[in-house]
């Protein structure tokens, strides 16, 4: 297997999943105040959205690099 059809898979799963999920949440942990030993830490949910026309561009981004793996020179 050569490099563009690996490249091309890869695009496509992380197209799909991404088609599929939507998006992706984090917990970032932050520190609000520090008084002496005691410690105030915050924690946040982050939310990133990924864009529908960002995943379909990667499928079919994909599939191109995908077929031009297949080409023989």
Known sequence: MNAA???GIVLIVLG????????FSFTKDTTAAKLGPLQLTVKEEKVVDIPRWLSIGAIALGAVVLALGFRKP
């Open 5 to 7: 059809r690996i490249t």
């Open 16 to 23: 799909l999943a991404g088609l599929f999920t939507g998006g």
